[in-house]
């Protein structure tokens, strides 16, 4: 569905100059949901607004729904959604005023969106809103209004410039269970970019990180935390022995942190083999005749990820 190859993309302004997209690479099969996901700045919405044809590349080129961006832009769009920050209403507008137009603009005849429009308002929640100006919307509407503005056409393809940013937790999840809904009934492939780090990681089946300008990681986020951090585990055990501990502990766990604690010792394990082994592990330290008084497990989340490809954290700089 998505094809790019050393995708580019320069600005300059005065003296300035910002290389925003460094010469990514990136596949996006028919069906697929991939969240494109790295801190303010990272050039997460360069990315897609070339590739939605809206933002001319400086170098690389991209094929989307079988188009070039570059060569063939109208029959890009015509085949995508696009569903970008902020919102697009006509403030003072109707809801359904503003979904009818926007049929008008894809050139469907008035019997196809005004059945479209009043599918949509009643799948996305919107009916009893319909006779509403856009302005009067809180933000969680108004987010439905756009991305029914953006199915109107009935894409293959559907493009979310972070979709949920500014919305409260409980809008959040309500946009996503209307977003899965939306992918399901119409089987669309589904590219989206955010910095939340708990969405990329509960919603996406792929996330595609990114940062200055260029692709870090790209996998499933199991697979990612697989590869790129460790679970941790954090036990208190009664004895002072850290040899007695290490000794017991079973082989290839991963590396172990002793510190002192009141009840004896605090055991941290950075460990590859999963959360899940923490049983075992008080079960090898209770053979070894060492007792376990606390025990925790940690899994790895993404922001463990993000911290050792770059060092830095994306939850602190999501926050700042
Ligand atoms: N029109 C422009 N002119 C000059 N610089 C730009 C322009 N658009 C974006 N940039 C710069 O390109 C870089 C990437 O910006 P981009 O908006 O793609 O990042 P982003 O990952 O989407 O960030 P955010 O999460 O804040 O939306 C930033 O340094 C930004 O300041």
Do not use: C
């Amino acid at each position: 569905m998505i094809r790019a190859r050393g995708l580019t993309k320069t600005f300059s302004r005065r003296k300035e100059t910002v290389e925003a997209v460094k010469g990514i690479d990136v596949d996006v099969a028919e069906g697929e949901l991939v969240a494109f996901l790295g801190p303010n700045g990272a050039g997460k919405s360069t990315t897609l607004r070339m590739l939605t044809s809206l933002l001319e590349p400086t170098a690389g080129e991209a094929t989307v729904a079988g188009y070039d961006v570059v060569t063939h832009p109208a029959q890009v769009r015509a085949r995508l959604g696009f569903i970008g920050q902020g919102n697009g209403g006509g403030f003072s507008y109707k809801v359904v005023d503003e979904l009818h137009n926007q049929g008008r603009f894809y050139g469907l005849t008035p019997q196809v969106y005004k059945e479209r429009a009043a599918d949509l308002m009643a799948a996305l929640e919107l009916g009893s809103l319909e006779k509403r100006s856009v302005q009067s919307l809180s933000g969680g509407q108004r987010r439905r209004l756009d991305v029914a503005l953006g199915l109107m056409n009935h894409p293959p393809l559907l493009f979310l410039d972070e979709p949920t940013t500014g919305l409260d937790p409980h809008s959040r999840a309500n946009l996503w269970g209307h977003i899965t809904a939306m992918r399901e009934r119409y089987g669309m492939t589904v590219v989206l970019t955010t910095h939340y780090l708990d969405e990329a990681d509960s919603m996406a089946e792929r996330v595609v990180v990114i940062d200055h300008g260029e692709i870090i990681a790209d996998a499933a986020p199991h697979a990612l935390k697989r590869r790129y951090a460790d679970d941790t585990l954090t036990l208190v055990v009664a004895t002072d022995d850290g040899a007695a501990v290490r000794a017991a502990l079973p082989d290839g766990l991963g590396d172990v942190d002793l510190t002192a604690h009141d009840a004896g010792l605090q055991v941290r394990v950075g460990t590859a083999q999963g959360a899940d082994t923490l049983p075992a592990v008080i079960e090898a330290l209770r053979v070894a005749g060492i007792p376990t008084t606390s025990a925790s497990a940690r899994q790895a989340s993404l922001d463990d990820v993000f911290l050792n490809l770059t060092g830095r954290s994306l939850r602190e700089e999501a926050a700042a």
